[in-house]
């Protein structure tokens, strides 16, 4: 049965202090727990504690130790009689580390001679290492102390000031760490083997001296210098935008190969992915070295959004989810360019969003039920859990956004807070009632937001009729008007702003304001406007809806050629391939994809234009949100369109264009340097060889290859194989053999290889898949490599995955039940695949829904697995 919101209880047995004392072995380790318990008076249930696996070694209770009867340990609880307010539980217990496939709880990273120890714990992975209320708003004062052979394990870290270390007999030692602020069991972490660290001394504003501490295998850690600056750096910048500084001696952070998420924000003691710690020039890309900026900021700003602030109950996940996503955007924006980052952020919420709130999984922000809470770790919570943060804070702007955080950090610092409370605390400072947001949290999917524009010439004013509508999802029928702001200007039909005079109804001066639609539909008039005027609608994405506009091929030129606002401008070029795609039969000629081409072509050539700014504007929407506006899905034909529409585009630019664009950007390689104008170069070299290779196969696959041998970083190397990959190039298979060969030792370097081959198109991914999957460095077990294959293939290629015969269904439905038995989270995760199977074409749907009702009949399939399995097949 699921677990519902509206059951929340206060809990009954809450825990003061727990001292953990832990002897670590890789086959076996012994923890022993002690913890001093409290006990709500208004509730006389018995003492009820999480534990999963454990092999109960001794039990006591204030000092006595337990007969048989005294307590009952099944099915995942340990109920214990004769508990009070102020009792004493303590237990010892065994666990297996090396035993540990799903990688939650306590585990091994890496081989039983060479690897280390560590844990993962939220969201419910304490109760696999220790008896507890496993859930968040129990907070709790830890005090570990780690044991351990010296030899095997040099280096024991856990959250919290380190408290002591020295000697045992028989070449062990010990460790221990007080953490002085109360926290969940989900922030536990330990950390235990041989490791190297680089670290810095660093100073708060408010003078405290912090050691930042970066861990990692000795291989790679001349790699995590980059991720040191980038812990600094946000530092500073929490500090500065939010007053917020660190409250510990030391910050560990610790990188490890076999992780399922991205990082853990453990207090004092993060740990990583990897993929999303270590950077150097020649494993990872301009992509992966942002991508690592901002997982180190995530997860250093959870200590207040999270930690210090924690999350009453799972359902209120997003309250520290949205919010730290927020802030690391906010914190990215700064560091480089704000409208390149909000043209990243927006077409992540569409290619991954969008198609959750569009299909069978559809759930809201906060979700009112769930079964397995590891499910709830998606882009509705994350993503669009920022943008409804986006949407107030941008409601209050910069200074009142500032004084409701912190009345909210004075409020509910120490404490589990909830949605409500961040809002009550956001609206209180600013003496305005957020509450009617409260419904985008409550409800699931994407809003849109229909708007038509009508002039008066004789009265110049302008009258914009706005409605709202949002499509039922899964259990919720009917659906409440929301709040949404619009941010607007009006441009005249030479691409000059017009200025905005209205009633009074909205927010804003001069040639931008923000309106907001609070009803099903609404109107507003717009005086002294001079003549008829081209709307630049929900500017910087200032909702998360679809917006309906009516627009001409011509209109939408004009703004992407005339809008000041890049994130704007990239828009109107979404909207208008959009169009065009639309109008696009196969041979026929369409007035938008002219007009698109056309506009494209004239920014190509203008010296003015931003590098990195044009890629994107070069790039269509991808196949996913192609298909996410369809009733009917072929994703063979969107990827065929979509290739037409950029071999016209490429056509309008001309390959003498392209050639000496390419050749230009190519001149200045060099050593691969990381500002924002080198990777843009790089960025948009990309995007032109792309475009080359579609109109002169032969010459841009020599480039390619030259590209390929001479690049002297990952971004132009994975570039130059990728084009000869995905355009099948003569040359392809010597660089594929020269690229697994050079890095047969760099993990994260050889899951891009596996990656580059599962997104060829089309009908040959099936085949290309299976052969890689007997490569002796394929393996299941390590969620980075089965993700770089699998999960390539099967949710980043969609011509790929739903090829025709439907045979990549049954495929992944026997390959889900083996990852399954190993790792439930992954298994799940990589279910989702299969979202939006009943949009697509008759044939491929009758494939996937035989291979899912297959996959749901399997005995056994973990709670994860079939929690996705059965929501994506029920609705
Ligand atoms: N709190 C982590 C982050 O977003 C993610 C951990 C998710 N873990 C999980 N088992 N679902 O920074
Ligand atoms: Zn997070």
């Known amino acids: 049965t699921p677990i519902r919101l509206r059951d929340y209880r206060p809990p009954a047995w809450s825990v003061e202090a727990i001292e953990l004392e832990i002897d670590l072995g890789i086959d076996s380790t012994e923890v022993s727990s002690r913890l001093t318990l409290r006990n709500d008076p208004q509730q006389s249930t018995p003492l009820r504690l999480d534990g999963e696996g454990l092999e109960l070694l001794a039990i006591s209770l204030d000092g006595r130790k337990l007969e048989a009867h005294g307590y009952r340990y099944e099915q995942g609880v340990l109920e214990v009689h004769g508990a009070h307010d102020g009792s004493v539980l303590e237990t010892r217990v065994r666990v297996r580390p090396a035993a ?37 708003d129990v907070l709790a004062r830890y005090t ?110 610790v990188a490890t190969h076999d992780f399922n998420m991205g990082a853990m924000e453990n207090k004092g003691l993060n740990i990583f992915n990897a993929k999303y710690l270590l950077a150097d020039p020649d494993t990872s890309t301009d992509d992966e070295y942002r991508a690592v900026e901002a997982v180190v900021a995530h997860e250093y700003f959870h200590n207040w959004t999270g930690n210090r602030v924690t999350c009453r109950d799972w359902f209120q996940l997003s309250l520290k989810e949205g919010l730290t996503v927020f802030r690391e955007q906010q914190f990215s924006a700064d560091m480089n360019s704000a409208s390149l980052k909000r043209i990243e952020d927006v077409a992540l919420l569409r290619r991954t969003q969008f198609p959750e709130d569009a299909g069978p999984l559809a759930h809201p922000v906060r979700p009112a039920e769930y079964r397995e809470i590891n499910n709830f770790y998606t882009a509705t919570v994350y993503e669009k859990g920022s943008e409804l943060v986006r949407m107030v804070a941008g409601r209050l702007g910069q200074e009142g956004f500032r004084r409701g955080m912190d009345l909210y950090f004075e409020r509910h610092d120490g404490q589990a807070a909830t949605i409500e409370d961040f809002l009550s605390a956001l609206g209180d400072a600013n003496h305005i009632d957020l509450a009617a947001y409260l419904t985008w949290y409550s409800q699931a999917g994407t809003p849109r937001l229909h708007a038509k524009g009508e002039y008066d010439a004789a009265r110049h004013e302008y009258t914009l009729s706005l409605s709202q509508q949002t499509r039922p999802t899964p259990g919720e029928p009917d659906k409440k008007p929301l709040p949404i702001p619009v941010k607007l200007s009006l441009f005249g039909r030479d691409g000059q702003l017009l200025p905005l005079h209205t009633d009074g109804e909205a927010q804003g001066d001069g040639a931008e304001k923000v309106i907001v639609l609070d009803r099903a539909t609404q109107r507003f008039v717009f005086k002294q406007v001079a003549s008829s005027p081209v709307p630049s609608l929900l500017r910087g994405f200032s909702a998360p809806v679809v917006l309906e506009y009516n627009y001409t091929p011509d209109e939408l030129a004009l703004l992407l050629t005339h809008d ?12 208008l391939a959009m169009l065009a795609f639309d109008t696009l039969r196969d041979g026929d000629d369409s007035v938008a994809c002219r007009a698109w081409c056309k506009a494209l072509a004239a920014l190509f050539e203008q010296d003015a234009m931003d590098n990195a700014l044009l890629a994107d504007l070069l790039t269509p929407p991808g196949e996913i949100e192609f298909a996410d506006r369809q009733s009917e899905v072929d994703p063979a034909r969107i990827h065929a369109q979509r290739e037409t529409m950029q071999h016209r585009l490429a056509e309008q630019i001309g390959i003498d264009a392209l050639l000496a664009r390419y050749r230009a950007l190519a001149a200045d390689a060099g050593e691969p340097r990381l500002d924002a104008g080198s990777q843009a170069r790089r960025r948009l070299k990309r995007c032109v060889l792309e475009l080359l290779a579609l109109i002169d196969a032969e010459q841009a ?164 697995l079939s929690e996705i399995v059965g929501n994506v097949l029920k609705h």
């Open 100 to 136: 540990n496939t799903a990688l939650e709880g306590l585990y091994l990273s890496g081989s039983r001679e060479h690897g280390f120890l560590l844990t993962q714990c939220e969201a419910e992975g304490f109760r696999h290492i220790s008896f507890f209320p496993d859930r968040p």
């Open 144 to 253: 570990v102390t780690l044991r351990a052979d010296r030899e095997r394990f040099p280096v024991l870290l856990a959250g919290g000031n380190p408290a002591g270390s020295g000697d045992l007999p028989d070449g062990r030692h010990w460790a221990r760490f007080i953490d002085p602020h109360p926290k969940p069991c989900y922030l536990f972490a330990l950390v235990a083997g041989r490791l190297e660290n680089i670290q810095r001394d660093y100073l708060t504003t408010d003078g405290r001296k912090v050691k930042l501490v970066i861990w990692s295998e000795a291989n790679v850690i001349d790699c995590c210098h980059y991720a040191l600056d980038a812990l600094e750096r946000s530092m500073r910048w929490d500090e500065r935008s939010y007053g917020r500084s660190f409250d510990l001696d030391v910050f560990h952070v």
């Open 564 to 575: 000041a606002d890049g994130f704007n401008r990239w828009e109107a070029g979404q909207q």
């Open 701 to 864: 696959n020599t480039l390619a290859a030259r590209q390929y041998s001479t690049a002297s970083g990952m971004t132009d190397r994975l570039a130059a194989l990728s084009v000869l990959v995905r355009r099948r190039a003569p040359q392809a298979a010597s660089a594929l053999a020269h690229f697994r060969e050079r890095y047969a030792d760099n993990p994260l370097a050889l899951d891009k290889w596996f990656t580059v081959q599962a997104q060829v198109p089309d009908e040959p991914a099936l085949a290309v898949v299976r052969k890689l999957e007997s490569d002796p460095a394929f393996t299941l077990k390590n969620p980075n490599r089965a993700r770089s294959l699998l999960g390539a293939f099967a949710s980043t290629n969609p011509s790929g995955f739903h090829r025709a015969d439907g045979a990549a269904y049954p495929y992944l439905a026997e390959r889900l039940v083996q990852l399954d038995a190993l790792n439930p989270q992954i298994a799940a995760r990589l279910a989702t695949a299969f979202n939006g199977w009943q949009r697509l074409e008759p044939l491929r749907r009758h494939a996937a829904q035989q291979a899912l009702e297959s996959l749901a009949r399997h005995e056994g399939l973990s709670p994860n």
